[in-house]
């Protein structure tokens, strides 16, 4: 026997792709930085006996990485402003890199000017924000479903003031991150049933009859939340319905749909029987009776939905201030049918919070089962920490420092918390070994997304602002240098004669300092050529794959030969020009002077610049019932 690489059509290597083993992805991601002792690890549920491995790493050994759009494969910094829980802040990609083998995400008080959009006036006008910090996500580059996620963390700020929001967490691929277009009816989904009073909120339903892009008919999807850590920092005084004082951090599940009946007050512990019971909690965690979800809001009434938030807080001291803490969460995601799965957290090993699936029955909502990207962040907002309500005498319509009419609604010694630094040390992901529920990549053969941005990608980058593709393709070297040192000179890279960084294999970025990262399988919706490499395959396998290649073509060519000849037989049938049958009807939508007006009014879901009109001819009973 011998290594055979062919190159084969898509339908051809699909269906050999169906028999051949495929090797487990599990390389491609891991930095080179890694502890040999961190190559594995055991789950902290006493339940769960499977060995894990490493799939997924970044050490942030390497001072001076960047994470700018197109930087690094990892991480995409975002450069924009965030539109969402009145945030304060612009993100750039400046305030985002690491120093001390750490990612340092530095908050800043600084003014960013920017196109803002009036949704009343449906006009755009210049406005500024006086807050500037920084956002990394890696949203379509590293995902996963099922596993362990630990972050090594030191959060930002004094543990007395308020008004920073650090954030860990983890959402469905189909949804970006601050760019509200593409969440907007996908965020937080996590639903699989047909439920009329759902499914024109629910932007992918599981009453649809046909699949788009790619995706599956009849199965709901959507961009569910996962929150790990998100810290609340401010004086230590009593809160209501709970012992936990803060500073405290939340643990959280966001999905949708959520109740709508007889829903918790903020403040108040929920009523039984109206809110999700047989929650786990650790010794030192209770519920969070400060945030039970949101209902968002869209016109007409049947496309607003709610959306719940099933949270929990643990307080912590100075210490977490001062020096790194580990934040675990283990997913299990549900079985096949929906039912099961489980999230767990856990701070420095110790149990915190625990959600099984027979918890969500309530809603009929499921544990997370979508790709999931990561994301880590620092943002502030009028909403997080600030004083509520508005302080007598003050409008709280302005928020900036040095300005004597904006800071009146603003926490004590706000303005004197910054600059404020919030320090990842480590990022690690593991997966259960021949665990069938645990995959890596952003779209998969069973939850495909990779058609559906494409078709939508304008949701998925910032247009208004200049911005024409999603991501940028990756730098691979190109950086100006001076000396070799300046591109990770003698592991990483080398500064070349003409002045510019050369990569050595396993690294990449413009200067060489990121470790490459890639799927060792690729995406579904890449393989329309796919080279089918380190495939042991005998001769006689090889031969007969090559003679029912050339059946198939032969087929192929012969059909399209015979229905060439039944239209050429047609045509010498028409010989003089076709009469006008229809002389009284208007001119169609198609030649472009009439006009289309879809049915039932306003659709909120579709496109406003959609300009082109498809006409088609399909069986009825394909469509979806209105």
């Not at 120093?99 to 449906?122: M, P, Q, R, W």
């Not at 990561?374 to 943002?379: G, K």
């Not at 890449?526 to 395959?537: G, K, R, T, Y």
């Not at 088609?616 to 469509?623: E, F, H, N, S, Y």
């Amino acid at each position: 026997m011998r290594w055979t690489h062919l190159k084969i059509p898509t339908a051809a290597a699909a269906t050999l792709l169906f028999f051949l083993p495929v090797a487990p992805c599990n390389a491609g991601w891991i930095d080179h930085d890694t502890p040999d002792e961190s190559l594995t690890t055991e789950s902290h549920f006493p339940d769960d006996n499977r060995h894990y491995e490493l799939v997924f790493s970044d050490e942030f050994e390497q001072d001076g990485r960047t994470f700018e759009d197109g930087a690094d494969p990892r991480w995409t910094a975002i450069d924009k402003n965030d539109y969402t829980n009145e945030a304060l802040h612009y993100y750039r990609p400046e305030n985002v890199k690491t120093t001390n083998g750490v990612l340092n995400i530095t908050t800043i008080l600084k003014s960013n000017k920017y196109k803002a959009f009036d949704e009343k006036k449906l006009t755009f006008f210049a406005d500024s924000k006086h807050i500037q910090s920084g956002m990394v996500q890696g949203w379509n580059k590293f995902c996963m479903v099922g596993g362990i996620i630990e972050f090594s963390a030191k959060l930002p700020g004094d543990p007395k003031t308020g008004g920073l929001w650090p954030a860990l967490w983890m959402l469905g691929n189909l949804a970006r991150g601050t760019y509200v277009g593409s969440s907007n009816y996908i965020w937080p989904y996590s639903y699989d049933k047909c439920d009329e009073r759902n499914r024109h909120s629910q932007r992918i339903s599981a009453c649809s009859k046909v699949g788009h892009y790619g995706l599956d008919p009849g199965v709901g999807r959507g961009s569910p939340e996962i929150d790990v850590l998100e810290a609340m920092m401010g004086s230590d005084e009593k809160l209501p319905s709970t012992n936990i004082t803060r500073p405290y951090f939340s643990t959280s599940l966001q999905i949708a749909p959520g109740l709508e009946k007889n829903r918790p007050n903020l403040g108040k512990l929920p009523k039984k029987g109206y809110w999700y019971e047989g929650l786990e909690y650790g010794n030192k965690t209770q519920l969070n009776p400060f945030f039970y979800g949101v209902t968002l809001i869209h016109e007409p009434k049947q496309f607003t939905y709610q959306s719940d938030a099933i949270s929990a807080n643990t307080h912590v001291t100075e210490d977490f201030f001062e020096k790194h803490h580990k934040y675990r969460i283990e997913w299990e995601p549900p079985n096949d049918d929906g039912t099961e799965g489980y999230l767990k957290w856990y701070l420095d090993g110790e149990f915190l919070y625990g959600i099984r699936g027979e918890n969500l029955k309530i809603s009929g909502t499921l544990i997370p089962r979508e790709p999931m990207y990561l994301l880590m962040n620092t943002a502030v907002a009028s909403s997080w920490g600030f004083p509520k309500p508005c302080p007598e005498g003050c409008d709280c319509k302005c928020f900036k420092c040095g300005d004597p009419d904006c800071t009146c609604g603003l926490p004590d010694g706000f303005c004197e918390n910054f600059p404020a630094s919030f320090e990842i040390d480590y990022v690690r992901a593991y997966q259960a070994v021949n665990e069938s529920k645990h995959f890596l990549g952003c779209s998969t053969e069973l939850m495909p997304t990779g058609r559906f941005i494409e078709g939508h990608k304008k949701d998925y980058m910032d247009a208004v602002n200049g911005q024409k593709e999603p991501l940028l393709p990756i730098q691979n070297g190109g950086s100006y240098c001076d000396t070799s040192a300046e591109c990770g000179f003698p592991s990483k890279g080398d500064c070349s004669s003409s002045k510019r960084c050369v990569c050595n294999d396993g690294y990449t970025g413009p200067r060489c300092l990121s470790p490459a990262g890639f799927d060792d399988i690729p995406r579904p919706e890449s393989m329309e050529h796919i080279e089918v490499d380190m495939i042991m395959m005998s001769p006689v396998f090889s031969a007969l794959a090559f003679f029912a290649a050339v059946a198939f073509v032969l087929f192929v060519s012969f059909a399209a030969l015979r229905k060439r000849r039944q239209l050429e037989n047609y045509e010498q049938l028409l010989t003089e020009k076709p009469t006008n049958l229809f002389k009284d009807e208007e001119p169609s939508a198609i030649d472009g002077n009439g006009s289309y007006q879809q049915s039932g009014g306003l659709n909120p879901m579709a496109s406003n610049d959609q300009k082109t009109v498809t006409y088609c001819m399909i069986d009825g009973r394909l469509l979806d019932e209105q």
